[in-house]
């Protein structure tokens, strides 16, 4: 619920912004931009300067561990069946999070921010490199500028998995390692050292000049090949701030009359909805494959950053290749979208789901008892020892997972320390079969079947991707040059209300549908869902993706269909070619005569 509102607050605040600044951002690109990225760099710094203020967890005393009359001194638990626990330490991690809660605005107001500052390189970041590039070389920029954003989402796993290795304050207390619960690893040195490169880079930004010298040659191009014109390019830069704000309204509602411009924006808010479920795909992998964080972080990450690299650089070097006309580029897009639908079904295979115990199989079922009863966690065999879903501890018999060792009614622990580490076995367990269990859930990781899903989901993820330098294209030429930036504030606003705002309460609806077992506290109150039902989970994930997808290529289609001919005809251009040729030589002569002016009143 918290993280949901802290999503919330920075799709909000972008929507507003990308309304409210669409307009404007058509003049002076480059200040927006950097001024974006300042604004950026504070939303980062505002909720990592929350750990030089919170409350860490400390580590546990000696928990006494009642087994049978005797006493097991370690720190933590075994969850055996009557554990005895003292009070310290048990729910201390409630404690500091309901002191470290007043921090929770921090965030909520970095989100505000973040949401504010990324709204301008967003809506004239793409408008500007069409103004320096020529359509060839936009397509190789534009990919390198996706490939350097989409990957950061895979680096930012493979980095997180490396800073999560160190402690929050980096001088972790006595007695306290990462496989502890009370281990907060070091979260912010993921905000940190960005913030510290945008920082830079933002001023750079803001020295570059209103109009670069690339832009004149990419104009002249453009006039050629009758994309526009040069009084249109004249009054996109030459408007004062009033005559922006005057033209704010009609401005978008020129946009919006486009029919292929609105067939190409509900496309797209298809696509955000999917994208939506990425921040899912962590704990949808480490459920369906039995990986731990790490292993999924890394595994993504790899993955991700090949499925985004060669789509995206294979998209910039076909619009290398050739000078497309944005109709054609429309038809590529929508074409590639069609063909990664089947790829969606890569996640169909996973790992066999586990089988527990009281909750698949009754423990009678398990114990060939004859008096047969329907599923639950607490069956005769445990009922006499208090067991509780506030802690998720699974053990293994045979192939068969128990929810913790005391649902499996373990009444001694037997600690075997070798050269590799600490061994834990569980022993006269009323509810296995054998009347004993290991650590852990029963089945491995499956990596056959991993590499063929990921192998799958990968290619489909690059034939997805090589269409989106095409895309932006498309998005600077469906509509005049003044109206660029309106569009893609108008893209940004309705993607983010209707794709990435519902997207993850959609997804979350059907993790939560599907649970089995939540955690439940000593009040009865629910919290997170411990146990899914995966087979049904991954049957409505791949439908809903699957729909989602197709009603985008429809609309992309439908784009391409109403793609409107807007283009100005050579022979209506030349007088326009001639105008701008005569006033490139003009400012030559006049910038001549003023330097040679220059030298007079200095030799004199």
């Known amino acids: 619920k918290q993280t949901g509102v802290i999503l919330m607050a920075n799709d909000i605040s972008g929507t507003v912004a990308a309304l409210v600044i669409a307009n404007y951002c058509s003049a002076r690109k480059t200040r927006w931009i950097g001024v974006g990225m300042i604004v950026v760099v504070i939303a980062t710094v505002i909720p990592a300067s929350a750990t030089l203020f919170a409350e860490y967890p400390q580590p546990r005393n000696h928990t006494e561990v009642s087994v049978n009359e005797t006493i097991v001194t370690e720190t933590g638990s075994y969850g055996v069946c009557n554990e005895t626990r003292s009070e310290n330490g048990i729910d201390q991690s409630e404690g500091y999070a309901v002191r470290n809660h007043k921090y929770y605005w921090m965030f909520v107001f970095g989100a505000l921010l ?8 967003g809506i004239a970041g793409a408008t500007f490199m069409d103004e320096i590039f020529t359509q060839k070389q936009f397509g190789i920029a534009i990919s390198l500028l996706y490939v350097v954003s989409f990957i950061g989402y895979p680096i930012s796993m493979l980095t997180g998995a490396i800073f999560l290795q160190y402690y929050v304050t980096l001088d972790p207390p006595e007695g306290i390692t990462t496989s502890s619960k009370e281990w907060v690893g070091a979260w912010w040195m993921g905000m940190f050292f960005p913030a510290i490169a945008v920082f830079v880079l933002s001023f750079i930004v803001l020295l570059y000049p209103r109009q670069m010298p690339a832009a004149k040659k990419v104009l002249k191009d453009k006039v050629r090949r009758g994309i526009t014109t040069v009084i249109e390019k004249k009054q996109e830069l030459g408007r004062s701030l009033k005559e922006i704000t005057v033209d704010m309204i009609p401005a978008f509602k020129r946009v919006m009359k486009n029919k292929a411009l609105s067939c190409l924006i509900v496309g797209d808010v298809f696509l955000f909805l999917q994208i939506g479920a990425y921040s899912f795909f962590p704990k949808i992998y480490a459920l369906i494959f039995r990986l731990d964080s790490k292993a999924v972080g890394s595994i993504l990450g790899i993955t991700n950053i090949v499925g985004f690299g060669v789509g995206l650089i294979a998209g910039g070097l076909l619009m290398r290749y050739k000078e497309w006309h944005p109709k054609t580029l429309q038809l590529i897009y929508a074409i590639l979208t069609v063909t990664a639908v089947p790829f969606s079904l890569g996640m169909l295979l996973y790992c066999p789901a586990n089988t527990y115990a009281g909750v698949d199989l009754p423990y009678s079922e398990i114990l060939n008892s004859s008096q047969l009863r329907p599923p639950s966690l607490t069956g005769e065999c445990n009922s006499d020892c208090a067991c509780t879903t506030a802690f998720y501890q699974p053990v293994c018999d045979g192939d068969i997972t128990y929810f913790s060792p005391c649902h499996a009614g373990c009444m001694d622990v037997e600690l075997n320390v070798t050269e590799g580490g600490k061994v834990i076995s569980y022993e006269n367990c009323t509810c296995t079969s054998s009347g004993a269990a290991r650590p852990g859930n029963c089945g491995g990781t499956c990596s056959t079947i991993l590499w063929i899903s990921l192998a799958i989901t990968t290619v489909g993820t690059a034939i997805t991707f090589a269409g989106f330098a095409a895309h932006s294209v498309v998005y600077q ?5 003044t109206d660029r930036t309106t569009a893609q504030g108008l893209r940004q606003c309705l993607t983010r209300i209707l794709g990435t705002l519902p997207s993850p309460i959609i997804f979350g609806y059907i993790l939560d549908s599907t649970c089995i077992v939540w955690r439940k506290n000593k009040n009865g109150e629910e919290g997170n869902c411990w146990i899914y039902d995966v087979d049904k989970f991954i049957i409505w994930f791949t439908v809903v993706q699957i729909f989602l997808r197709l009603m ?20 209506n251009n030349k007088v326009k070619l001639s105008e701008l040729d005569n006033e490139e030589d003009s400012k030559k002569e006049n910038g001549g005569e003023n330097n040679g002016a220059a030298e007079d009143s200095s030799s004199s």
Do not use: K
């Not at 973040?114 to 390189?121: E, M, S």
């Not at 985008?552 to 022979?571: A, K």
């Open 552 to 571: 985008q290529v429809v609309f992309y289609f439908l784009c391409w269909w109403l793609f409107p001919e807007h283009y100005i005809t050579m022979e």
């Open 477 to 481: 030429r469906i509509v005049s040059e």
């Open 114 to 121: 973040q949401g504010l500052g990324a709204a301008p390189p």
